[in-house]
C-alpha cells in the first residue's frame, strides 16, 4: 500500500503545505506516487492496482480514476468531497476563505465558477470506467449526504456501472466506517470483500475474524 503525501500534506513544512492545489495537482502526485511504485517494486501487479479514499482522499480517488482510467483496476470512495460548488453554498465564510485564498484557487466560486467545476469530481461522472463503491452517511457533519447524492445522481444520469450504500445515521458521522466498532468493521469488510473481486489477492479477507487477525497482529 502507498500512502501519497501529495502537496498540501502537513506536517513538511510550510512550503509543502501553501503548495495545496485541492482537485489539482495533488491527483498528479498521488498518480506519480503509484506510477513509481510500479516502476521500482516488482512485487506491484500493474495489472492489479485499487486505490481507495476518504471525504478529500475520496475526492482524490475520483478525479483519479476519471483521469487514468487505465491504471485502476477497482476503486472505493468514502464520504467523497464530490461538488466545491455545491460545498460553497453550505459552508460559512471561514471555510470559504480557505479556498479563494491566494495560496489555493485564489478567487470565489461566484468569480471563477468553471474552476471549481473543474476540481469538482461530479462534473467529470462521464469518465467513469473503473468498478467503483462510494458510501455515505446521513448523519456526516463534514461531507453532507446531499453533495455525495448530488454525484450518484450524476453517474446514475450518464448510465455508469456503479455501487453505493447510502448509510441512515451511521454511529461516528463522517468517520462512521473508520471508527473501531462492530458496525463500522462490518462496512469496512463490505468495502475489502468489494476491492476483492477485482485484485483477486492472495490471501484476501473475507470475514471479520480475517479482518481482525490482520489489523491486531500480536508483536
Not at 512550503?15 to 491527483?27: A, H, K, M, P, W
Not at 471561514?94 to 461530479?122: C, M
Amino acid at each position: 500500500m502507498v500512502s501519497a503525501e501529495y502537496r498540501g500534506s502537513t506536517g513538511y513544512g510550510e512550503g509543502t503545505y501553501n503548495n495545496i492545489d485541492y482537485g489539482g495537482l495533488e491527483v498528479d502526485d498521488s498518480q506519480a506516487s503509484c506510477e513509481y511504485m510500479i516502476e521500482n517494486y516488482d512485487f506491484v501487479d500493474k495489472g492489479r492496482v485499487g486505490i481507495m479514499g476518504w471525504s478529500h482522499g475520496g475526492l482524490i480517488t475520483l478525479m483519479s480514476i476519471f483521469d487514468h482510467p487505465d491504471t485502476y483496476k477497482v476503486a472505493f470512495a468514502g464520504v467523497p468531497v464530490s461538488d466545491l460548488v455545491m460545498r460553497m453554498g453550505y459552508y460559512d465564510n471561514e471555510y470559504r476563505d480557505l479556498y479563494s485564498a491566494p495560496n489555493h484557487i485564489g478567487k470565489t466560486a461566484n468569480q471563477n465558477i468553471e474552476e471549481y467545476k473543474r476540481r469538482s469530481p461530479v462534473w467529470s461522472a462521464g469518465k467513469l470506467k473503473t468498478p467503483l463503491l462510494i458510501h455515505t452517511n446521513t448523519s456526516d457533519d463534514d461531507v453532507n449526504v446531499v453533495e455525495v447524492e448530488h454525484l450518484i445522481q450524476a453517474l446514475t444520469f450518464e448510465k455508469k456501472d456503479f455501487q453505493y450504500e447510502i448509510f441512515k445515521d451511521a454511529p461516528g458521522g463522517h468517520s462512521f466506517d473508520r471508527i473501531d466498532i462492530k458496525n463500522a468493521r462490518q462496512i469496512r469488510l463490505k468495502i475489502y470483500k468489494f476491492m476483492n473481486e477485482k485484485l483477486n489477492p492472495q490471501r484476501p479477507i473475507k470475514t471479520l475474524k480475517d479482518m481482525e487477525k490482520a489489523a491486531y497482529a500480536p508483536f
